[in-house]
């Protein structure tokens, strides 16, 4: 039973660029949670998505946006970037509100 | 504002030796509470988690927390602490109010041989 799993794991994007990143939730789950965890920090919440809609909102910009698929998966985008996105972006699914989250390894964003 | 606070954010034990990492919360109700582990470049691990009931909750790898209404705190410990444990340790509250889990700033564990 595969985890959660997100792609890639490493990207190299310059200023001012649009990046997306993907994110499949573990077998069962239907909700999906992204997170933003800049060095020596810990996770900070971006948005969270169930039903294929944006449930819950952090303290980011519209440049952070989100998608989920009908088969639960999810996509997080970022437009106009800039050097202070550089961060571990982290997914995390579960099956109900509240329950622990389940996380995937995370996608190294490095800004340049 | 809901927050959770790490007071620690480095903490240094000796191999054997027992451990407690701080965790404090600030919320109007009663919270779900969680301690996560996070190795370098991976993911978080969840070790243990509180809903209700039981105060004293067990989890993996051998921690345990205990929740404290009265402190608004939830503590992480180990009786005897292995070099693998070497680590980033978050404590994490559930809103239910704001429907998402937040994450304090983390506790970087070393272990000395």
């Known amino acids: 039973d595969a985890g959660v799993t997100q792609s890639p794991t490493h990207l190299i994007k310059t200023r001012g660029q649009q990046v997306t990143l993907r994110c499949s939730p573990k077998s069962g789950h239907d909700t999906v949670s992204w997170y933003q965890q800049a060095l020596g920090q810990g996770p900070q919440f971006i948005f969270q998505?169930?039903?294929?809609?944006?449930?819950q909102r952090g303290n980011f910009p519209d440049r952070f946006s989100g998608h989920q698929f009908p088969n639960y998966s999810s996509e997080l985008n970022v437009n106009a970037l800039l050097l202070g996105d550089s961060a571990l972006y982290l997914c995390?699914?579960?099956?109900?509100?509240?329950?622990?989250?389940?996380f995937g390894n995370g996608t190294r964003l490095t800004v340049t | 504002a809901q927050s959770v606070t790490q007071p620690d954010i480095h903490i240094t034990v000796s191999e054997g030796a027992s451990l407690e990492l701080r965790c404090n919360y600030s919320y109007g109700a009663t919270p779900y509470l969680f301690w996560y582990v996070q190795s370098p470049g991976q993911g978080l691990q969840l070790l243990l988690k509180y809903f209700s009931g039981d105060t004293l909750v067990q989890g993996i790898k051998g921690f345990e927390a205990e929740f404290k209404r009265s402190q608004s705190s939830f503590n992480l410990r180990k009786p005897s602490v292995h070099w693998s444990d070497a680590a980033e340790y978050f404590c994490?509250?559930?809103?239910?109010?704001?429907?998402?889990?937040?994450f304090g700033k983390g506790t970087r564990l070393h272990i000395l041989p």
């Open positions: 998505y169930y039903e294929e809609e944006e449930r």
């Open positions: 995390a699914s579960s099956p109900l509100l509240g329950s622990p989250l389940h």
């Open positions: 994490a509250v559930f809103m239910n109010r704001d429907d998402k889990i937040i």
